[in-house]
């Protein structure tokens, strides 16, 4: 830091005294370069001095001391999955605006989702945030805990539908009848979660009615199965 110093004396120029203040042995610094957090003997340093007002030839010298800074994690990735079965937020990363560019400090936590179902908006905590790091004593933790409400919209996190695939299913030819009904043989559903299955239906048309060599459509209807499947927890791969 700068410092100035003018005295004001009847029948003398206006004199400045310009000092720096700093660390009698340097300091400690972080990978910002800032000090560390810690008690410093500060003093003035190079002093320069535009007149001969001040007589001065002596400095006291002073303690600086700097505190840990506060620290607001936030979570930067992990609000969002695919559903799996659990309420784990997987691949979870948390970051912090506040620390400072050049500082090697890194947040860790373990978080859940208030739900194992498939959801936007949901609420999630995280627990056992903590710091590491080379300069992570020089920051501080208000908590250890990080909640977050969701709106069931778009505050909050997220879990989508796990998409499922068919392969295999089959249309047979068959005799003019007048209708665009297509017979079929349904394929292999995979993709559930393990222990969980649906119920799978589906209807298969021509787009004609007409004989001819036609394109056949098959609509899935996805419904809850066994083992605690639910259909709106999945979704069919195109």
């Keep these: ?9 009847a029948g003398n120029a206006v004199d400045a005294l310009t000092f720096t203040v700093a660390p009698t042995s340097g300091g400690a610094t972080s990978g910002s370069g800032n000090l560390k957090v810690g008690n410093y003997t500060v003093e003035a340093q190079s002093i320069t001095k535009t007149a001969g007002g001040f007589n001065t030839t002596s400095v006291s010298n002073g303690v600086l001391t700097i505190t840990p800074k506060l620290v607001t994690p936030t979570v930067s ?9 659990t309420t784990a937020m997987t ?21 859940v989702f208030a739900q194992s179902d498939a959801g936007q908006g949901l609420s999630y905590t995280v ?8 300069d992570s004593a020089n920051y501080y933790l208000n908590g ?3 909640s977050v409400i969701g709106n069931g919209s778009n505050v909050g996190g997220e879990i989508s539908p796990k998409a499922l695939t068919i392969s295999g299913t089959s249309v047979q030819n068959r005799d003019y009848d ?9 394929g292999t559903v995979s993709g559930y979660v393990t222990g969980e299955s649906l119920g799978v239906t589906a209807a298969a048309t021509f787009d004609s009615v007409n004989a001819g060599n036609r394109t056949a459509t098959v609509a899935y209807t996805l419904t809850n199965g066994s083992g605690g499947g639910k259909a709106s927890n999945y979704t069919l791969a195109d």
């Design 1 to 9: 830091a700068d410092w100035i110093a003018k005295e004001t004396i």
């Design 77 to 85: 990735a992990g609000a969002s999955k695919v559903y799996d079965g």
């Design 127 to 134: 627990s056992g945030i903590a710091l590491s790091g080379t």
């Design 178 to 186: 007048a209708t665009n009904v297509a017979q079929f043989t349904l």
């Design 144 to 146: 250890t805990t990080l």
């Design 91 to 111: 691949g979870l990363t948390l970051g912090s605006s506040s620390l400072v560019n050049g500082d090697t400090v890194t947040l860790a936590g373990s978080g």
